[in-house]
């Protein structure tokens, strides 16, 4: 794995427009590292006079940087930062990412001429005696004069914790593709953490998604190419047999090479003509036959040997 794109551009650029100033062009402003990454932020006064000098002095001044890594891989390329995949500006949303909030609009119910706000990292808490809720949901996207409202949550992947002493760990990595910018040399990487965020979406997708109904709204997930296909791959859940038309579960599928972007939805339980079932994210795809697990067993030693008496 290598770092494939630093501050919005990609590595095997001869040069940064973006690396001086630390800007973030899905944000429009100074990248933030994604809101979730502190601990590989980057703090000058620290560093070498090579990691410094590739910076401004007005983000010299700030003291810190934050972690402008916004995708890993080898032949594929995996989204590491939520703002990639999708954010909002002050002047609404990127350029680069209106297909995706114009699939969000339609899935919200949302029309031109409607005026729109969008609240970030919306908390929602609740308690009776037995039960509990407390949940924070990425965005809600809400009509301004209207009670429509598009709870949105954007998955991405996320990285291993690497090696500091082989130079794999996030903050190092992002310390030296900020040196390899421009030299042509690859950046090693953390790998991804991929089956953590399968976990963590499996989790919360149908939860979420029961609230967006409750509350006489929707609930979308937005993931990349990439983990809907290791969704595919590693649980019950066919992603390609869902409909392209929203319903009580919805997942807005984005291919981050080619710009394009589907739909994959499904009632959670499923009925009537659906053969997809939200809740097949939990099953597996395959179970294998009875040898294969024998042929496990058979490759380890027991630990302890005894009879029951």
Not at 23 to 38: A, I, K, L, Q, S
Not at 265 to 280: K, T
Request: net charge neutral.
């Amino acid at each position: 794995m290598h770092v494939k794109e630093l501050f919005g551009i990609s590595t095997a650029e001869t040069r940064n427009p973006n690396l001086a100033k630390a800007y973030c062009p899905f944000m429009e402003d100074t990248c933030d590292g994604g809101g979730n990454r502190h601990m590989a932020d980057v703090t000058l006064s620290e560093e070498t006079n090579s990691v410094r000098s590739a910076f401004d002095h007005g983000v010299i001044r700030q003291g810190v940087v934050a972690c402008g890594i916004c995708s890993i891989g080898d032949r594929s390329t995996w989204i590491v930062c939520p703002r990639r995949l999708l954010t909002f500006t002050s002047n609404g949303f990127s350029k680069t990412q209106k297909n995706i909030v114009d699939a969000l609009y339609k899935i919200g119910n949302f029309a031109v001429g409607d005026a729109i706000e969008i609240l970030y990292e919306v908390k929602v808490s609740n308690k009776s005696k037995d039960s509990q809720f407390n949940y924070t949901f990425d965005y809600v996207m809400r009509g301004a004069n209207t009670s429509k409202f598009l709870i949105v949550e954007v998955m991405t992947s996320s990285t291993s914790g690497g090696s500091k002493s082989k130079g794999t760990d996030i903050q190092v990595a992002f310390r030296k593709a900020i040196m390899n910018v421009g030299s042509g040399e690859k950046t090693p990487s953390p790998g991804t953490n991929i089956r953590q965020v399968w976990a963590r979406m499996a989790s919360q997708m149908i939860v979420k998604s029961q609230a967006g109904l409750k509350w006489n709204g929707r609930t979308v997930w937005v993931i990349e190419k990439n983990l809907a296909d290791y969704v595919q791959k590693s649980t019950g859940l066919d992603l390609n047999g869902m409909s392209s038309e929203p319903d009580e579960v919805n997942i807005l599928i984005v291919d981050p090479a080619s710009g394009d972007v589907r739909l994959a939805a499904c009632p959670i339980n499923g009925s009537g003509d659906h053969h997809v079932r939200a809740l097949d994210i939990l099953l597996a795809p395959m179970i294998p036959d009875r040898d294969v697990f024998d042929k496990s067993l058979n490759r380890k030693e027991p630990i302890v040997k005894y009879t029951i008496m």
